[in-house]
């Protein structure tokens, strides 16, 4: 074994000396003669590596992954992205673009050619990469010491345009050229060479902000590409080169010569007879006078939320949002009436402020949400007087008090506590202790009831009772039923919460009115439903949210008592203004009159309007809810919703019992009460006496009589 050792090495020894008397070099040892073969193999490995890493970084689009076919084929130029209503109406786009694709079938057979021969002449003829052009352009280049000619087919410039136009398409670099030939290799494998010349002719920028022929034709021409002439079609031919050097609207000189450079490819190409070229040449270059806007829906505080909303959503994996489908829950023809209501009603309050304090009260805001009860789904939403994109929305963030607005909350954690609507509170002055302070709350134009009903209290707004309702179920309690039905802005258990000092949203209080029509139960607000991709695919969805809050039996009575505040209260103004079937609302006014506000609701929606300054200051001296507001809620609701409205109102939960009682007493009503109102209640609440205030006299009756009648023969003298 040691021989074979031996002989080994010593055939080794020869094999090296011979190398090094090849070479001529000084001797090697053996040990470096292998250290440098082994240089050599570990460089031989490395550039087969960096090869093959460089067709893994071209085959997959610079390892941000190539396009499927399938991905390919569903590819559109994105027009902004669609927002649709409830109903699939379109009501705005996520993006503003000046684009409007167009088939290829409907653009005429010159401007194809004129693209053609400008742009591509073998377009139909090569696979995505024309060799003879880049030999050709390399020729020139080479020839000229500077890029004087480019080789860039209508193939290469539609994958720029497309696939790459966000991420790479600034770059002058070969590695951005080398994933252009990649994607337009994908893109003849994928499509027919008509989709990729459509594809090219829609995504093309044109200058003056406008993308695809048809956009450049209607901005340039004012008319469809489908109707331009053969010296038009040669102007549109012309301006992908440098769109913002040659349009017509820059200069007139540098479009008409490029134009007549692109009808010299044509008639060179055999496409146009000299005497159409002539023709062609000799026709004046006339433009539009007015730059071409593509038409927008109707933009509005809801389209500006939802545009928000869906930006975070996509943000947060990755996405943007220029070309997906937002299916929201906003009613167009709702949203339409609730901007109309808001700044009609805003223009009259000023009007009024005027007449009544003497001098301009320009500068009064609005804002209104509405709302289905059921679902929470937001039908529409004002966030100002005048839209403005990404303006301040005070429907979303403006913190005002409600006042009486507030007032539901603690009749609410009244009736949770036993109490009925035919319970009896005293509204007479009342002093209250507040931060080491007596506190006098007032009613509006110090005009008080004595010993009346809740119901009674409620519907005419009675600030003294209501405070001393809030006393007796204790300020937590009210800051808790609160608080179960949405409110989430701090709360202070003080006993000025009861009249609404506080800080709300209108979206805010909105939703917190929603368990009182719908049963008891408190709803998340949702703007939008769903989000896909242009190919259908969900990339987003919210369900609806809802959870028991209150009795429904409580939600039920409230509601009752929320009715007489429309029907026969404070906000009777919604009855004179024409509303008809179940309504229940509140209104609300805050301290020097600074904030008015109405918020109703029906089986199917709930509203909020409010009215006032940006920084809070009075209206006028006599500013009311009930004035001011509800005829706002008034006017959305019969132009906006009453058609949607079903059924007949309300359905009293199982197990309740109704009773007809005396409007005045909370008894039950005897023959003679004049205001008898049928009321619900839970079993074992409801009244059992009846009562006797309203029974009939006979001695009563005669004095009645005696002076009716002496006050007729006075007026029978008088007259005779």
């Not at 080794?12 to 193999?41: D, I, K, N, Q, Y």
């Not at 996405?319 to 109309?340: K, P």
């Not at 007809?660 to 059992?688: M, N, S």
Request: contains cysteine; charged residues 25%; positive net charge.
């Amino acid at each position: 074994m040691m021989k074979e050792n031996r002989a080994v090495r010593r055939r080794w020894r020869l094999f090296v000396e011979r190398c090094r008397a090849s070479a001529g070099r000084p001797s090697l040892t053996w040990r470096e003669l292998l250290h440098r073969h082994r240089l050599l193999a570990i460089a031989g490995t490395a550039a087969v590596a960096g090869v093959l890493l460089f067709d893994a970084w071209v085959a997959t689009c610079a390892f941000n992954g190539c396009p499927s076919a399938a991905e390919i084929r569903a590819f559109r130029p994105p027009e902004g992205g669609r927002i649709l209503d409830r109903d699939n109406r379109l009501i705005g786009r996520m993006r503003y673009i000046r684009r409007v694709n167009v088939e290829l079938d409907k653009v005429p057979e010159h401007v194809r050619q004129a693209f053609l021969d400008t742009e591509d002449r073998r377009f139909y003829a090569h696979d995505g990469v024309d060799w003879r052009g880049f030999a050709r352009a390399v020729v020139h280049n080479v020839a000229a010491f500077d890029v004087r000619e480019g080789f860039s087919t209508i193939t290469m410039q539609a994958a720029r345009n497309t696939f790459i136009a966000e991420r790479r398409a600034l770059e002058r670099t070969l590695g951005r050229k080398l994933i252009e030939l990649r994607l337009a290799r994908l893109m003849e494998q994928a499509l027919t060479k008509d989709e990729i010349f459509e594809l090219y002719l829609n995504a093309i920028y044109m200058g003056n902000g406008m993308y695809g022929v048809e956009a450049a034709s209607l901005d340039l021409f004012g008319k469809s590409v489908a109707k331009v002439d053969v010296s038009q079609g040669a102007m549109l031919a012309g301006l992908p080169k440098a769109p913002s050097s040659y349009t017509p609207r820059r200069s007139r000189d540098r479009a008409t010569a490029r134009r007549n450079v692109v009808l010299g490819l044509m008639a060179r190409s055999g496409h146009l007879s000299p005497e159409r070229l002539e023709q062609a040449r000799k026709r004046p270059l006339t433009i539009a006078s007015k730059e071409w806007r593509p038409p927008q829906p109707d933009d509005s505080y809801a389209v500006d939320a939802v545009r928000h909303l869906v930006d975070s959503v996509l943000a947060a994996r990755g996405l943007t949002g220029s070309e997906v489908i937002v299916h929201t829950t906003v009613d167009r023809d709702a949203q339409r009436a609730a901007g109309r209501a808001v700044r009609r009603r805003a223009e009259s309050i000023e009007r009024e402020a005027v007449n009544a304090r003497g001098k301009s009260a320009r500068g009064i805001e609005g804002a209104m949400v509405a709302l289905d009860p059921r679902t929470g789904d937001i039908l529409a939403l004002v966030g100002g007087r005048r839209f403005e994109r990404k303006a301040f929305n005070r429907a979303f963030d403006a913190h005002r008090q409600p006042g009486s607005a507030f007032k539901p909350f603690v009749y609410a954690a009244a009736l949770s506590h036993g109490f009925t609507p035919a319970s009896l509170v005293n509204d007479e002055p009342v002093r209250v202790e507040q931060d080491n302070r007596i506190w006098t709350p007032a009613n509006y134009g110090d005009e008080y009831l004595g010993r009346i009903t809740l119901r009674t209290a409620l519907m005419k707004s009675a600030n003294s009772a209501t405070v001393r309702v809030s006393r007796s179920v204790g300020e937590p309690n009210v800051v808790e039923a609160a608080r179960r039905n949405g409110i989430t802005s701090p709360l202070r258990p003080v006993p000025a919460i009861a009249l609404g000092a506080l800080e709300v949203t209108p979206l805010e209080l909105v939703a917190a009115y929603a368990p009182f029509g719908n049963g008891g139960y408190r709803v998340e607000p949702r703007l939008v439903r769903r989000i896909e991709s242009v190919d259908g695919r969900t990339i987003w969805e919210q369900a609806t949210e809802r959870r028991a809050v209150m009795d429904p039996r409580d939600a039920f009575q409230l509601t009752g008592m929320l009715r007489g505040v429309v029907d026969y209260g404070t906000g009777s103004a919604v009855r004179a203004y024409g509303v008809t079937g179940p309504v229940a609302g509140k209104t609300g006014t805050t301290n020097e009159g600074a904030d008015v506000w109405f918020v109703g609701y029906t089986p199917t929606i709930v509203a909020g309007f409010w009215f006032g300054y940006d920084t809070p200051r009075q209206i006028a001296w006599n500013a009311s809810g009930g004035r001011m507001a509800a005829p706002a809620w008034a006017e959305f609701y019969r132009q906006g919703w009453q058609d949607n409205e079903t059924g007949d109102g309300w359905t009293p939960p199982d197990g309740m019992v109704s009773a007809v009682i005396d409007a005045e007493t909370g008894l039950l009503a005897g023959e003679y009460c004049p205001h008898q109102i049928r009321t619900w209640f839970k079993p074992g609440t409801e009244p059992t006496e009846y009562c006797h205030e309203h029974d009939w006299d006979f001695y009563d009756w005669m004095d009645d009589f005696r002076g009716q009648l002496r006050d007729a023969l006075k007026k029978i003298r008088v007259r005779f």
